[in-house]
C-alpha cells in the first residue's frame, strides 16, 4: 500500500453491513450530521481513522452537504414547472381543434393531414 493511500473502511472490506437505522433518513439531516462529524473532529485532533482522515472526510462531507443543497434547490422548482407544464398540455388539447380545422379550410379535408407534422401534430 502506498504511503498516500487511505485504507478502506472495514464495511467496504467485508461487503454489505446491515444498518439499524441509528442515521437520520432523510438527506438533509444526513448531510448536516456529516457537517458537524466533520466540525467537530477537526476541532478534536486526537480522534484518528485507519480508512479516512479528518480532511478527506470534512472535504466529502461538504461535497455530500452541497449536492443536497443544489438537489433541493432544483427539486423545489420542478413541481411549479411540471404544473405549468400540466397547464400547458391542457390548453392544447382545448385548441387543437381549432388549428386542425383551419388546415382544413385552407388546404381541404383530405391535403389538412399532410401539414400536422409542420405544427407538431401527430394524425391518428
Request: net charge negative.
Given at each position: 500500500m502506498?504511503e498516500?493511500?487511505?485504507?478502506?473502511?472495514?464495511a467496504?472490506?467485508?461487503?454489505?453491513?446491515?444498518?439499524?437505522?441509528n442515521?437520520p433518513?432523510?438527506d438533509a439531516?444526513?448531510?448536516?450530521?456529516?457537517m458537524n462529524?466533520?466540525?467537530?473532529?477537526?476541532?478534536?485532533?486526537?480522534l484518528?481513522?485507519?480508512?479516512?482522515?479528518?480532511?478527506?472526510?470534512?472535504?466529502?462531507?461538504?461535497?455530500?452537504?452541497a449536492m443536497?443543497?443544489?438537489?433541493?434547490?432544483v427539486?423545489?422548482?420542478r413541481?411549479s414547472?411540471t404544473?405549468?407544464l400540466?397547464?400547458?398540455d391542457?390548453e392544447i388539447?382545448?385548441?387543437i381543434s381549432?388549428v386542425k380545422?383551419s388546415l382544413?379550410?385552407?388546404?381541404g379535408?383530405?391535403?389538412?393531414?399532410?401539414?400536422?407534422?409542420?405544427?407538431?401534430?401527430?394524425?391518428?
Amino acid at each position: 500500500m502506498d504511503e498516500n493511500e487511505i485504507p478502506t473502511s472495514p464495511a467496504e472490506q467485508s461487503g454489505p453491513t446491515k444498518s439499524t437505522g441509528n442515521i437520520p433518513n432523510p438527506d438533509a439531516d444526513f448531510a448536516d450530521l456529516n457537517m458537524n462529524v466533520a466540525m467537530t473532529w477537526e476541532n478534536n485532533a486526537n480522534l484518528t481513522l485507519k480508512w479516512i482522515t479528518q480532511a478527506v472526510y470534512k472535504t466529502k462531507a461538504e461535497a455530500f452537504s452541497a449536492m443536497v443543497k443544489q438537489r433541493k434547490t432544483v427539486g423545489g422548482g420542478r413541481q411549479s414547472l411540471t404544473q405549468e407544464l400540466k397547464q400547458l398540455d391542457a390548453e392544447i388539447d382545448r385548441n387543437i381543434s381549432y388549428v386542425k380545422n383551419s388546415l382544413k379550410e385552407k388546404y381541404g379535408k383530405t391535403e389538412a393531414f399532410a401539414y400536422y407534422p409542420q405544427f407538431g401534430i401527430e394524425h391518428e
